[in-house]
């Protein structure tokens, strides 16, 4: 795993919106361009799941960003980077559907099918990749992407495209007052779309995985500012991880009807049938405890508000640096005026 994996975006208490944004750009680029050259490869499955990850972030951001940076002057690298995580979405599916899916069930379903299963996901999984995930990587359209965007943020464009009043003085504004009300915005989304959701609903329940998503990279993404929000992301875990497995059985569904639009082996059809029953139940299983992940999120404490949580270290030293320098500059000072 890269380390830019585990590092947060180094963004700072002393920043304006702007700046922040920026950073939060450059921060995720960095991480697309690195792992480049494994994406183009199923050798190792984490070169297009962190490519394509990162895409969401990139994509996040420009939607929790999107008072400062309005919606029509980010919408366009918003669609270039919807169009590259949909080459890499069919590839990454099944990654997980061979490595996670197969794998686990192939050793606890005793049922006949699991190996001609596995050589049609893999066959499949090889077109993917050359016909989507590698071609999209060569391409000019890519190419143009990388080094317009490159440009937009690195020279911070937006600030003199066109923009509402309002918008403009929110780049200046500081960064930590906007970061708390962004954070509070989305997690009030979450609530709303979570109080009183219907289980039984699909849409409904997966709409509420993408503003969990938003909310942890919002999370994420101001990590720097304040202690205490890695507490406050693990009292997010067992909600992602349901809502992520209901996600994972609606994919291998839709993937078995790739997989087997031709297929006539019986085995493998009766294999098939067991490995959407077996997930099926582990997500009911998992939804069972649905008030309890929904109580721990709901009663996590909010560092973002504390003012004792706010990381200071930055401007703290800036201030440091600037009396250490007035107090060597003060003898020099006396001196030249005869003192």
């Known amino acids: 795993m890269s380390a830019k994996a585990k590092t947060s975006p180094p963004v700072k208490p002393g920043q304006n919106v702007s700046e922040a944004f920026a950073t939060l750009m450059a921060h995720n680029f960095a991480f697309l361009v690195e792992w480049e050259d494994k994406a183009s490869t199923w050798d190792d499955i984490e070169g297009v799941h962190q490519l394509r990850v990162t895409i969401r972030r990139l ?3 420009l939607s929790l960003f999107r008072s400062a940076i309005p919606r029509e002057i980010s919408q366009p690298w918003s669609e270039e980077m919807r169009w590259i995580g949909g080459e890499f979405g069919l590839a990454r599916d099944l990654d997980v559907f061979i490595d996670e899916g197969l794998d686990q069930a192939s050793a606890r ?33 890519y190419c143009r992407f990388k080094e317009g965007f490159h440009d937009w ?17 929110l780049q200046s504004n500081k960064l930590v007052p906007f970061a708390r009300a962004l954070l509070d915005k989305q997690e009030r989304q979450v609530l709303l779309t979570g109080s009183h959701v219907n289980r039984n609903d699909a849409p409904a329940m997966h709409q509420l995985r993408i503003e969990c998503k938003k909310l942890r990279y919002a999370a994420e993404f101001f990590r720097p500012l304040f202690l205490g929000m890695d507490d406050f992301i693990a009292h997010m875990k067992g909600l992602q991880d349901l809502l992520g497995l209901m996600n994972d059985v609606a994919v291998t569904r839709h993937l078995l009807d790739i997989l087997l639009l031709e297929e006539n082996d019986h085995q493998t059809l009766v294999f098939a049938g067991g490995l959407i029953g077996w997930r099926t139940c582990d997500f009911y299983h998992m939804l069972g405890r649905y008030d309890l992940y929904w109580e721990e999120f709901t009663e996590a404490r909010h560092p973002w508000w504390k003012t004792s949580a706010l990381v200071l270290a930055d401007v703290t030293a800036e201030v440091k640096a600037g009396a250490e320098a007035k107090v060597k500059a003060e003898p020099v000072a006396k001196a030249e005026a005869g003192v």
């Open 59 to 61: 994509r996040s951001a």
């Open 109 to 141: 379903l005793p049922l006949p099918g699991a190996d001609e299963l596995c050589d049609i996901a893999r066959e499949r999984r090889a077109r993917a990749y050359q016909e989507q995930v590698q071609p999209m990587l060569a391409s000019e359209r």
């Open 153 to 169: 943020f690195s020279h911070r464009r937006w600030e003199s495209q066109k923009a509402s009043r309002k918008s403009r003085e």
